[in-house]
Nanobody, 129 residues
Framework: EVQLVESGGGSVQAGGSLRLSCTAS????????MGWYRQSPGNECELVSS???????YYVESVKGRFTISQDNAKNTVSLQMNNLKSEDTGMYYC???????????????????????RGQGTQVTVSS
């Protein structure tokens, strides 16, 4: 059974940093893509960043140069270092795992995506300007 547990969210002022971590069980990073989706206060949902089983990474344009995704195979964790945070980064961040490629707009239909995706319970990030 796949279990994903997020930690590290919180409230920060614009320009600050946070580090999100996802501890995974039932997942082998060699076989799964791992990533972070964000649901904004307006309920828009998007893939913020992911790392594929082949090691390649993806970042949505708005976070390039500010966020860094990494994984620790020994600890089975995936982390998202978020620097120079902006108010538009506010949202609920979900760790997700998939044996197939994580798609950027997969969570546009959030309820369906939630029903068919391995994801954690989410961690809230609030950035105040």
């Amino acid at each position: 059974e796949v279990q994903l547990v997020e930690s590290g969210g919180g409230s920060v002022q614009a320009g600050g940093s946070l580090r999100l971590s996802c501890t995974a069980s039932g997942v082998t990073f060699d076989d799964f893509d791992m990533g972070w989706y964000r649901q904004s206060p307006g309920n828009e949902c998007e893939l913020v960043s992911s790392v594929s089983s082949d090691g390649s990474s993806y970042y949505v344009e708005s976070v390039k140069g500010r966020f860094t995704i990494s994984q620790d195979n020994a600890k089975n964790t995936v982390s998202l270092q978020m620097n120079n945070l902006k108010s538009e980064d506010t949202g609920m961040y979900y760790c997700a795992a998939s044996p197939v490629k994580l798609l950027p707009s997969a969570c546009a239909d959030f309820s369906t995506w939630s029903a068919y995706t391995h994801r954690g319970q989410g961690t809230q990030v609030t950035v105040s300007s």
